[in-house]
Each structure stands twice: as C-alpha cells, then as structure tokens.
C-alpha cells in the first residue's frame, strides 16, 4: 500500500492510498478521513461513502464538508475509487460516461470484456474493508453511504450483507437500476441477460423481497435533473412498505443532483450513522 | 450579467454569472451565495473571497465547507475569477501557471501586453463590488479574505482602503510579494521596474508604514510547502508591531497549504468577520 498524498485536516488526517487490488487484478486509490485520536488504543468506526459516475475517491473529501462532523464524531470515513482504472482496464469504446471508467456501478462483472476488473461489489465489501482495518486504527463496526450511483450501491450493499453493516443511507441513489437507463445500460454490459436476472443489484427489489431490520435514511433532490428517469425514490419507498422496512425519504424543494446538494444534509447523515454506531 | 448556473445549498443560493467587465475590457466571472432570508427588505453584508494562484471562481465554494455557517450567519460570498479570460487575454508564452491567465496577483498591470487586461486590483475593490451591490440583496458592508495570492490581495486592498472593507482576514498569505520569487515573477511582469516601486501592492510594506485600525487574522500552516520562500508571514507579524496594529498570526502544526487547511479553520474566519459586520 502507497500513501499518494496527506494533509492534515480538522485535527485528524485525510490521505490518499494506492494498492493492488486482486479482485479488481489492477491497482486502486482510495482516500481516508482519520479523526483526532483515532489510534490502536481508541480506534473507531468507519463511514464508507461511494460516489457517484464520474467520481474518483476525491470529490467526497474535497466537496462534501463531512471532516468537520466526523473528527467531532470520531468517525474515520473511507472513500473508494468508483471503478477499477489503468490502460489495460476496459473502458466503454465511446468514452460514455455512464459505462467502464468511473462507472462501476460497484456490480461483480460476468460478461467479457468487463468480468476481469470490474469487480467492484466483492471489492467495496470485501477486500477493502479487510485492508483498512488492517492498516488503519479503526474498529469492525461499519456504516455505509453513497451518491447517486453509489447510492445505489451502498443501499445493495447494505440489504445483501447487513451483517457487515450497522447502518445504510444514500444521497440521490439510482434506487430501481433494473428500470432506468443508466442500470439497464450498465447491468446488460456487466452482467448479461435480462432485468429480471439483475435484482441482485436493485434497492428496490432486494428491499421488496425482504425487510430490512434497521431504519434506512435517503435524502433526494426535488430539483434533480435524474430524478424522474433515472432515480425512481418512491419505488424504494414503496418497496420499503411492502417489507415494513423503516425507510425516511426527505425529499428537498429546489435541491438539484450535484455536491451542494449533499454538503447541505451531510451532517444529518452523519449523525444518523453515529447514532447507530454508537457515537451519540 | 448572465447567469451560468444555480445550485440551491444550506436553504440558500449559490449562482455563478458571466458580466462584461470594463476595466478588464473581457468577461468575467463571478460566483455568489446567498443566504436565506436574504431579500431587498433584508439585504446581508458581503465577504469577498479572493483565491489563489490556478483557482477560479469555483474552488472556495466548492471545497471550503463555509456556505453552513455562512446561512446561519447571514452572510453572502463573493468569489471572483483569479485572472481575466478569454482568447485575445495576454497569458505567460511558457503557460506557467504563476504568470497571466489564473495569476492576476490583485494588481492593475501598467506593462505590456499585460496592461489591457489585467486590471484586477480596480476589478474587485470597484467594479466587481459595484455590479454585485446593484443586482443582489446586498448591504454596502464589505469584509474581505483570501487564501494565498488572494490573502495578499485581501491584505492589499484592506489596507489601501481601509474605507471600503469592515474587516480582513487571510489565509497562507503571500505576505510580503516584493521580497519572494512569485512577487517578485508577477510584479516584474504586471508593473516593470524595481521592487521597491512595487510597495502599494506589498501587504507588509504598507502596514510597516501605516496603522491598520481593526485586528487582523491570519492564518498559516506549518507544515506549507511554500511558507518560508513564498508567504513569509513573520515579516507581516514584524510591520503590524511597528504600525501598532494588532494582528493575530495563528501557526497550525501540520497542516498545508491545501484546501482542507482553510476548511479546517473558515468557521473561525467567517466568526471573525461576523463580530466585525455586527451579526454575532
């Protein structure tokens, strides 16, 4: 593991790891948040956030305003790349933006010529975790959230292992994949076949099936710009009754899709995830 | 004034604008937020926020974390552009980046084939100030801060008129530019001649030789790269003993010259500025 970059920030440090992955078969960058006093002695629990398209490990730390909160917490906060990345990385031939590079969708690929490094849900749950709490001062209690894309997988994350996870929140999450654009574009090049066989990887679906036994917090923009076609929250509320699942969609008059959206209502998060770990 | 974009953040607004300036004879850019409530019943004070060298209006609001306190405070931000811009824009011929486009250093440039454009220094304490108190539910009280390249031009601008600021704060300032290589690149460049004609545009010349009526905050990491060949703020702490003018310098163990060390302490600042315009 190689530190890429450290800066002190709110008493605690933020910096930067490369490491090779071997689900992923590529190297990976991930960021970390270390509040003050986090050590061996007193280590403690970890937010893991995953961004949204586009995204790299650095837009959270640099845009989201969440250090402040969380080094008053105690909470560390860890922050994966949102795809495997380097020139021998499949990428989507036309560059989109929504499909390879930046665009995970945090799925284990089946289909060539995706399946070799696009193995992003075993990483995120798995190989990551298992190195930061092997590295750094922090305890085996975990939260999880996400924007966007990633808020999607961290609410799959979370209803498929919630053994691994204390508690789940998401920021304009793709919350139905299997019946948008962006998931039937990603899933049918990841995975294959048809919708129906994807609901391993849809909130929606996975919450209908089951009830999950903890509150889940998601916060959505009125004003989002994907929100009609592509983020579908009310079928996640509904799923959320149809398993008695506990589930707060604040939605926010004139909130758009971008990191003003989600610097506004961090710290409600935060404290949601603190208040389950115990930090309250 | 044409408006680029709007993002609704903390209940109020962050907007970016493109304006025809006159004294840069090109368009400019501009970002502001507003707080809620903000109304021509209610109008707020402003802080003007100059940033540092390779930055545009986009960096502080982006990545400094004070839009939260801001609302709560009722105050709006003002974020100029570092530099003009534009293709007919005198840029440095090897594109670095302490030099022309992004590099403005807060000066009215008097040399070729700078002097067309580069007006910076009339560009915020005038026109910029002028345009953003006739189109938005603003007072006539000014506080002022910056961030390296930007807290000398917050310190400058202060200090040259001290009639038209509330208060002035700075972050990594470029404290004494006539005695440091960016200074001295720029000044060269934008002014001509020696450096001891530069003095209107050294922050430790001018309070060496005047008293500054209010307290001044500084604040610097310790751990910044370019603190003791660039920023120099010692030699500002040595002139506001001479002027009599108190000013607080406070060193921060550790931390650098990067965004996270202004978002660790803005709170700090936007309090600082607050108690001066009379909203605490």
Known sequence: ??????????????????????????????????????????????????????????????????MKLA?????????????????????????????????????????SPWQQHYQMYSYVTEELPELVESAFP???????????MGGHGALVVALRQPQRYVSVSAFSPIANPTKCPWGNKAFSAYLGGAPEQWSDYDASMLLAKQRYSLPILVEQGGNDQFLTEQL????????????????????????????????????????FHASHLGLL
Chains 1, 2 share one sequence.
């Open 1 to 66: 593991m190689e530190l890429i970059s450290e800066n002190r920030a709110f008493g605690g440090r933020h910096c930067r790891y490369r490491h090779t992955s071997k689900v992923n078969q590529c190297d990976m960058t991930f960021a970390i948040y270390l509040p003050p006093f986090a050590s061996q002695q007193t280590p403690v629990p970890v937010l893991y956030w995953l961004s949204g398209l586009t995204c790299t490990d650095e837009n959270f730390m640099q845009k989201a305003g969440a």
């Open 232 to 271: 579908k929250p009310e079928t996640l509320l509904c799923s959320a009754r149809t398993s008695s699942t506990q589930l707060t969609l604040n939605m926010h008059e004139g909130y758009d899709h971008s990191y003003f959206f989600i610097a506004s209502f961090i710290d409600e998060h935060l404290e």
């Open 71 to 111: 080094a008053r917490l105690g909470l560390a906060i860890v922050a994966p790349d949102t795809s495997p990345r380097g020139d021998d990385v499949a990428d989507d031939p036309a560059g989109a933006y929504d499909l390879g590079l930046g665009a995970g969708f945090y799925v284990d690929a089946t289909q």
């Open 138 to 148: 922090v305890t085996r209690e975990r939260a999880i959230s996400g924007h966007s």
